[in-house]
């Protein structure tokens, strides 16, 4: 979905009127070439070492665009995670996540099962890079992913706005760590919106705070959310709910 500046405000806007989320929504773009990265204007390439969920985060915070390539990773796992390495036997053997500093599992055969999940995930070739770019004033004209950091009754009427109408039952991956498999990484894949509780790194490098979550959506059904959102307020449901009553001829 193609969409200008003026547009991807609009949207932005209904996000912020209709769920009042904690940070902006941000737009990412997983480049399989220079051209493409190269053709995302006023990128900001992190000249120390970074995460995605950084990315996000700054993208959101200072509501600009802002870039990664192999060579700013903070980790190969981050990076091969994010499909922007080529997959290493370390990586396989599930060795980050059972040895110091971060030993997720107590053994490696677990630590390995985990890694292979991951696996699915990916890319068959890395990407050149990825950018993030707030929705407010965006410089991703295509955007592959939107990612929200919502407090849970949010996530709860924005999903239950995308549900209104073509009715499926959503079912989400829990992976552990990292959460950027189950969402951005899920939905890029599957095509399936993601929700992640939060994993460590999210909430250490990605400022994802204490009753968040991380919702990821494709534009389409952003879209299709949002529109159910405006049906179900229509019909009487407001957001946020009343902690005291659920209808008006109650008071």
């Not at 480049?31 to 959101?60: F, G, H, R």
């Not at 107590?106 to 707030?134: M, R, W």
């Not at 992913?145 to 849970?152: A, C, E, K, N, R």
Request: aromatic residues 12%; glycine residues 6%; proline residues 5%.
């Amino acid at each position: 979905m193609k969409g200008t500046k003026q547009e991807w405000k609009a949207i932005n806007d209904r996000i912020i009127y209709n769920l009042r989320p904690t940070q902006y929504p941000v737009a990412m773009k997983f480049a399989n070439t220079q051209e493409e990265l190269d053709a995302v204007p006023n990128v900001n390439y992190c000249q120390n070492k970074a995460s995605v969920c950084k990315l996000i985060s700054m993208a959101s915070y200072f509501q600009e665009t802002f870039g990664l390539t192999a060579e700013h990773f903070s980790g190969y796992h981050c990076a091969m995670n994010n499909g922007c390495m080529e997959i290493n036997q370390e990586f396989l053997d599930g060795s980050i996540l059972y040895k110091k500093p971060t030993p997720w599992h107590h053994k490696q055969e677990d630590a390995k099962k985990h890694i292979a999940e991951n696996t699915k995930f990916l890319p068959e070739t890395p990407y050149v890079g990825i950018v993030c770019s707030s929705l407010s004033d965006c410089d991703i004209e295509q955007p592959d992913v939107i990612s929200l950091q919502l407090p849970t009754q949010a996530a709860f009427h924005l999903l239950a706005g995308y549900v209104e109408s073509d009715f499926e039952k959503l079912y989400f991956p829990f992976s552990g760590e990292s959460n950027c498999i189950d969402t951005w990484m899920y939905t890029l894949k599957s095509g399936k919106p993601g929700v992640s509780f939060g994993c460590r790194g999210d909430r250490a490098t990605g400022a994802l705070q204490f009753g968040e979550v991380r919702v990821t959506m494709t534009c389409e059904q952003l879209i299709k959310a949002l529109d159910g959102v405006d049906a179900i307020t229509e019909n009487g449901i407001g957001y946020p709910y009343n902690p005291v009553c659920l209808y008006k001829d109650q008071f």
